[in-house]
């Protein structure tokens, strides 16, 4: 049978609320009980419940992240340095890759809402923003990440694509390229001018 709270506290000679202090890392603790029962814990191969910790602390220590496509170097590599990061801060990241897919993507925002995640980044355009305006009147946490939504208030992180191709173009001219094309994803009402000489 799987150890419970109430075992490791048992076993480590102390009460519940220390065991729960020391998973949570609050209040006063010496480091001789918190050694004790970090230990005991080990021994028992004690594993919190994260449900449990969710209600009483309102918190999971889980982000979801919501990418179009994991085989796209560009959100593999952003997805894994979110996870660097959310490693450092304590949390722990479910990925999601949405394939661009509407219907996926309330799938998995759902399952991800059911698994009660702290936030959510969504790196996927969505082809509804009636998703996202459900999640922002929730006040479910997030951030938009390279799939920004416009006339719609919320945090984003996105690329000034318009500069980067303008320093682009700049660059090639000034390597003496007169010939230039572009090949984009989804330009999405962009429009772009080249120039030759």
């Known amino acids: 049978m799987k150890p419970t709270i109430y075992d490791v506290a048992r076993e480590a000679g102390v009460s519940i609320a220390t065991v729960s202090k020391v998973l949570n890392k609050s209040g006063r603790i010496s480091d001789k009980t918190r050694e004790k029962v970090d230990r005991i814990m080990a021994e ?75 936030g959510l980044i969504i790196a996927s355009h969505t082809g509804n923003p009636d998703m996202i305006r459900r999640l922002l009147a929730d006040h479910v946490p997030l951030v938009l990440f390279s799939a920004d939504i416009r006339m719609m208030e919320s945090n984003s992180v996105t690329v000034d694509d318009y500069k980067g191709g303008y320093q682009a173009t700049e660059y090639l001219l000034s390597l003496g390229h007169r010939k230039l094309g572009i090949i984009s994803d989804n330009l999405r009402g962009a429009s772009c001018v080249l120039r030759a000489s």
């Not at 919501?66 to 990241?93: H, T, V």
């Open 44 to 118: 028992l191969n004690y594993q919190p419940s994260l449900v449990a910790s969710a209600l009483t602390s309102r918190r999971t220590g889980t982000i979801g992240l919501m990418i179009p496509d994991i085989a796209n170097p560009f959100f593999a590599e952003a997805a894994r340095s979110i996870e660097d990061y959310a490693q450092e801060q304590g949390s722990d990241l479910i990925v999601c890759s949405t394939d661009r897919n509407d219907e996926k993507a309330a799938r998995y925002i759902s399952l991800l809402l059911r698994k009660r995640v702290d």
